[in-house]
């Protein structure tokens, strides 16, 4: 087991250095600006619950405000989570299920067809209901302790903040735990009552102070709209275009791509499904592990993305069912074979070669790309490593107090450039959706710039704002007008996912249209210029 978990972390040190990219952009630059004492939702708006800008704060705070920092925190994060899915697996069934749980989740959770390598809020959240469940399994097996039940729904309640997805174990974790003290005749029924409601209290108990401090920093008005308004309209604008019939398509091809990489390794919880209902060591708790799976599934399933990073979540539940579905194989090898069997604990070899198999089948991105490299071949044409140089120059060429737009959704800039953004849109996909807020949306990030001033301001080519034919195009032709106000002095024009041309200065000034997606860099014009 320590042998993988210390080749998942070899792989995630050689790319350290790795370019951040938006989502980490967009959690880091929050966290930076919390370390700052700036409250979320005051100068980045987001439609997610708080609880991965205080992660990336903590993370920062230790190991620096730098990608590499973010991302050997992610380290911690990940390994720190498969070690828990040793300890429950373990005590599940025994030091198998504990082992094949571990490196099952630890291998997966750097996927890169699931994007995690990166650092995305369901990891975060998964090591929160990973805790939760370790903290539950001690509360369910003690007559008493109302601080253990209490704390067990704190972790969960936890990993709601982190991502708003993982209400859907929450929930499952309220009925399992309530369904449990049910059962026990040892305790009184009011002893019962005061178990459940303590774990339901913590479960609730993160979400009040999370809105009370919100409240108290007066930006909890800002908080209703992004996480609760703007969200509902956000869920449903693919539910309105996706008939529910064609569902099941896009589910699959998106999947597919999940969990493409590897593949041969998803073939084992599968296995574990059958096999579970075999193992009498499983006595009691089949429901409660396939209960568990279905909530994880289902966090995959809000507005019908199937965002790649969101399978990330599901990957608790299927470690305790790769764990226990090769337990239990073996279990069921030695009884059938009753000691007289040269093949030994073979299910445990079996695991081991599809672990090597499905890591070998394709090596290039643990161990063969660059970081820049591995970034061209996870996202196509995205201006991440362009926004790093970008960021630079702003940080290279201005004072500390400068203020900087983005016309785009690249939110790393301000985290990478240390300036503060001059509006809180630091995305612009909403802007652009078929959605009531959009027109509004464009009108208040117009009044924040112009109020701002900012001295940068950062145009990403409208083909990157996922511009829609049926889009409002009031930004654009406020951008048309208020760009007199400023000189282009630099630009990142990809013109391939290899090919980026860079121009800084008069260079700029001379370069004439962008042939390809990218970045163009303005400076406020003086009053003498």
Not at 140 to 156: D, N, P, T, W
Not at 160 to 188: D, N, P, V, Y
Not at 414 to 430: C, M, N, P, V, W
Request: hydrophobic content about 55%.
């Amino acid at each position: 087991m320590m042998a993988v978990l210390v080749l998942v972390a070899a792989v995630r040190v050689r790319l350290l250095n790795s370019p951040i990219e938006r989502d980490e952009g967009e959690y880091a630059y929050a966290g930076q600006l919390m370390l700052q004492g700036i409250p979320p939702y005051e100068l980045a708006y987001n439609m997610k619950f708080p609880g991965t800008y205080a992660a990336y704060a903590v993370i920062m705070a230790i190991f620096g405000e730098t990608p590499a920092g973010i991302h050997f925190g992610m380290i911690i994060v990940t390994t720190l989570t498969a070690l828990m899915l040793f300890w429950l697996g373990k005590r599940m069934l025994d030091a198998t299920a504990g082992i094949v749980a571990s490196t099952f989740y630890a291998v997966l959770a750097a996927s890169p067809s699931m994007l995690g390598l990166a650092g995305h809020a369901t990891q975060f959240a998964a090591f929160f209901a990973t805790a939760g469940l370790c903290v539950m399994w001690l509360a369910r097996q003690s007559s008493s302790g109302l601080a253990m039940a209490a704390a067990a729904g704190i972790l969960f309640g936890t990993a709601i903040l982190m991502k708003q997805h993982a209400a859907f174990i929450a929930l499952w974790a309220a009925i399992a735990f309530a369904g449990t003290c049910i059962r026990k005749r040892e305790i009184s029924a009011g002893q019962k009552f005061r178990l459940v409601a303590a774990f339901g209290a913590g479960i609730v108990l993160p979400f009040g102070l999370c809105c009370l401090i919100l409240w108290r920093a007066e930006v909890i008005g800002n908080f209703w709209f992004w996480t609760v308004q703007y969200a509902r309209q956000y869920a449903s604008i693919t539910a309105a275009i996706v008939p529910l019939a064609k569902l099941p398509q896009v589910f699959l091809y998106h999947f597919n791509e999940a969990i493409s990489d590897f593949a041969l390794l998803w073939l084992v919880p599968v296995a574990g499904l059958a096999t579970i209902w075999l193992d009498v060591r499983l006595d009691g708790l089949r429901l409660w592990l396939l209960g568990f799976s279905v909530a994880a599934t289902a966090t995959v399933f809000p507005g019908f993305y199937f965002r790649p990073h969101y399978f990330l979540l599901m990957l608790p539940a299927l470690a305790l069912l790769a764990g226990c579905g090769v337990s239990g194989a073996g279990h069921l090898w030695r009884q059938r074979a009753e000691g007289k069997s040269k093949l030994g604990d073979w299910p445990v070899g079996v695991f081991a070669l599809v672990l090597a198999v499905a890591i070998l089948e394709d090596p290039d991105v643990w161990f063969v790309l660059t970081p820049l490299q591995v970034e061209t071949r996870l996202y196509g044409v995205r201006p991440f490593s362009a926004s790093a140089a970008i960021a630079g120059y702003i940080r290279d060429n201005s004072a500390p107090d400068a203020r900087v737009a983005v016309l785009g959704s690249e939110p790393e800039i301000y985290f990478l450039s240390h300036r503060r953004s001059a509006t809180g849109y630091i995305y612009t996909y909403a802007l652009m959706e078929p959605q009531p807020f959009a027109r509004k949306m464009q009108d208040q990030m117009i009044r924040e710039i112009e109020g701002a001033a900012p001295e940068f301001v950062v145009f990403e080519d409208d083909r990157i704002w996922e511009r829609r034919a049926n889009s409002d195009p009031a930004i654009f032709n406020w951008w048309d007008s208020y760009r007199t106000n400023y000189a282009r002095v630099g630009l990142a024009d990809m013109t391939s996912p290899v090919d980026v041309e860079y121009r800084w200065g008069a260079d700029a000034v001379k370069y004439g249209g962008m042939q390809g997606a990218g970045l163009e860099v303005f400076r406020r014009l003086r009053a003498h210029e």
